[in-house]
């Protein structure tokens, strides 16, 4: 989900001329915080605990935090890029 | 009895009016030159900045009977339960690029629903239809649940009666302020109330999470309880860890789960009501913080059990009502006044997203299938006058769904009604991407996974409940013939069969030579943001209390 098509931009026909996209190679790190806690190996487990919490909910409390931090670099990484000419 | 709740009825209801007042003066708040205007009333105004747009999809998405379920869930069946963690963080990541390309698209074209957009997008009005129903059956059972929600707070106050209309009063006030409101001042009455609803349920659960630990003897004791319990009960699937035949569940639920979430007409309504892309992209970072919450819900579940709650009994003779286990450990655990305000929370975090949701759905009535096909000639001012009306309308089928049915009906379904929004992934999802699907199979497509979902989630018995059908949303995978205990999320298996009906239906329609619809947008039109030239200066206002990043010049 995370390529958009390639598509041919008509020239002219759109108002502002631009070279819309969303591409770019930072876009393939949200992968990751979606892959990773569907992983039930990773922390399906009790030990070892912290603060009493067993492995398993510890371990993906701290997903949010991989969560939080890709797509926070990719929205910088992806900001400066202008998308218009 | 009540009068022993005096103190926590009286927190609950000052707090309520306080929300209730709040809710009709936000017509003021932003307020524009024309409220008669769909974009006013139903997305108000597409103008909400990050910090908006944080509390109104936070409140949308996390809702009271999230706050209610999930822990009643987590004191039942243990582990499984917390599949609410994984699906509200990989949500984000999953629709980042999508829902930007859906806010520029409708921004462009003025879309308000998703079916405008698969409209336009498919040049297909049957197909638009299809999935304006198919949102409006969904969103339904949703509102009708945040009832449940306010009604196990009420329960626990002991406000309840033995008449049917009795019981169900004061549920029954609540709403017919919450529709005044909602009527008056569209968007802005949740926009503005999300605010309270969101402080509130902070400030209950950092209290609950530091003083309740303290009390039971700490997390390690609190999650030994919890261990205990489930030990000792016969049922196989409990345990505060996953076993080798629920993982893939658990797994295809949380990813079935997150594809769902922003199909939901009420979702993409928040979205579509934010400024700018930027706006989105910022709140993709910031809605998890919601979901940190959400989890440390969850384990009051656990927490109930350490504090050895006994949950209230249900409607029926020798059944327990476990959506009763939060408030009544709020009861035994805090002072009155703090359970009170817990309390209101809950009653409010159920008003902010019934608000939404009937907006949204009422809007869906009102451009595809009243401007549609009973009045083509609307105007913008008769439209919002009808979503007004049709969201009176929603709210009324939602009180009459729990006064006059079971609520277990409205729990079946709200079961399907993830099921069958996720249904419109191709359509909706996969179409601001690629117009390679052909109208005519998509629909088929729609067609063949609505009909497996509704038909395995039959097959679903529940032991627990003794109920031989719609006992839950786990496909036993030996009815497909498998030698196997596992079990799937239906939703996934339905979504997967209808996408491979959609693309060979699409091969063999394009071979058939067979006319498809003109696609009514070009590819810039999921990119244009904020400032661009050719938008619509209509709508465009200033004085939203976030810095806003300096539009970039064409």
């Known amino acids: 989900m995370s390529e958009p098509p390639v598509t041919a931009e008509p020239p002219g026909d759109v108002s502002p001329p631009r070279e819309a996209t969303d591409r770019s190679p930072w876009n393939w790190l ?12 990773l922390f399906n487990m009790d030990s070892p605990r912290l603060f009493g919490f067993p492995a398993y909910y510890w371990v993906q409390l701290a997903f949010i935090v991989l969560g939080v931090a890709t797509t926070s670099v990719v929205y910088r990484m992806t900001r400066d890029r202008a998308v218009r000419s | 009895m009540w009068r022993n709740h005096l103190t926590e009825i009286i927190v609950f209801t000052v707090l309520f009016l306080l929300v209730s007042a709040m809710g009709f003066l936000a017509a003021r708040w932003r307020a524009p030159k024309d409220m008669a205007h769909l974009d006013e009333w139903g997305l108000g105004g597409r103008t909400f900045g990050g910090w908006i747009t944080w509390f109104l999809v936070g409140g949308d998405v996390y809702t009271a009977y999230t706050f209610v379920a999930v822990p009643a869930l987590m004191f039942g069946a243990g582990a499984a339960g917390f599949f609410a963690v994984p699906y509200t963080i990989i949500v984000y990541p999953l629709v980042f690029l999508v829902l930007l390309r859906l806010w520029s698209v409708s921004r462009q074209h003025g879309f308000v629903t998703p079916a405008d957009f698969v409209r336009t997008r498919f040049g297909s009005p049957t197909l638009a239809l299809i999935i304006a129903i198919t949102g409006i059956a969904a969103t339904m059972p949703y509102i009708a649940l945040q009832l449940v929600g306010i009604e196990a707070v009420l329960k626990t106050m002991g406000v309840t009666g033995d008449s049917t209309v009795a019981r169900h009063l004061p549920i029954i006030i609540a709403f017919a302020i919450l529709a005044a409101y909602t009527y008056q001042s569209g968007l802005r009455a949740p926009a503005l109330i999300a605010f309270v609803k969101d402080s509130l349920i902070y400030i209950v659960i950092l209290v609950a ?36 035949n629920n993982q893939l569940q658990y797994v295809t639920l949380a990813l079935g789960s997150a594809l769902a979430l922003f199909l939901y007409p009420h979702t993409q309504t928040g979205v579509l009501a934010s400024r700018s892309r930027a706006v989105i992209k910022r709140n993709m970072s910031a809605l998890p913080a919601y979901t940190l919450l959400l989890g440390l819900i969850a384990l009051l579940g656990y927490m109930a059990i350490a504090a050895g709650v006994k949950p209230l009994p249900g409607a029926k003779e020798g059944t327990v009502d476990s959506n009763t286990v939060v408030p009544l450990l709020f009861d035994h655990t805090f002072p009155d006044w703090f359970a009170g305000v817990a309390y209101a929370a809950i009653g409010i975090g159920a008003l902010v997203p019934a608000a939404i ?18 009045k083509k000639d609307a105007s913008a001012a008769q439209e919002a006058k009808v979503s007004k009306v049709a969201s009176l309308v929603v709210k009324v089928g939602a009180v009459a769904c729990i006064v006059f049915l079971d609520p277990q009906f409205s729990i079946d379904l709200q079961l399907i009604g993830g099921v069958i929004i996720l249904q419109t992934l191709p359509a909706v999802g996969l179409g601001l991407y690629t117009r390679w699907f052909h109208r005519g199979a998509l629909i088929a497509g729609w067609v063949a996974g609505m009909g497996l979902g509704v038909w395995m989630l039959y097959q679903i018995p529940n032991p627990a409940t003794k109920r031989a059908h719609f006992g839950g949303s786990a496909f036993p995978l030996e009815k497909f013939g498998f030698d196997t205990p596992k079990t799937i999320y239906v939703g996934i298996v339905a979504v997967l069969v209808n996408l491979v009906v959609a693309a060979l239906a699409t091969l063999a329609l394009k071979a058939g030579r067979v006319p498809d619809g003109t696609d009514g947008t070009s590819p810039g039109d999921y990119f244009v943001d904020e400032g661009d030239e050719k938008l619509d200066p209509r709508t465009r206002q200033d004085g939203d209390e976030v810095a806003v990043e300096p539009a970039p010049q064409v």
Do not use: C, H
């Open chain 1, 30 to 41: 949200l992968i990751l915080p979606i892959v990773v806690p569907l992983a039930p190996a």
């Open chain 2, 209 to 244: 999470v530091i003083y309740l630990p303290y009390k039971l003897g700490g997390w390690g004791a609190i999650f030994d309880a919890a261990d205990a319990k489930f030990k000792a009960t016969p049922a196989p699937g409990d345990g505060i860890l996953l076993n080798q």
């Open chain 2, 357 to 374: 949701m009937s907006i949204a759905a009422a809007n869906l009535f009102t451009r595809n299938i009243y401007k549609e096909y009973l």
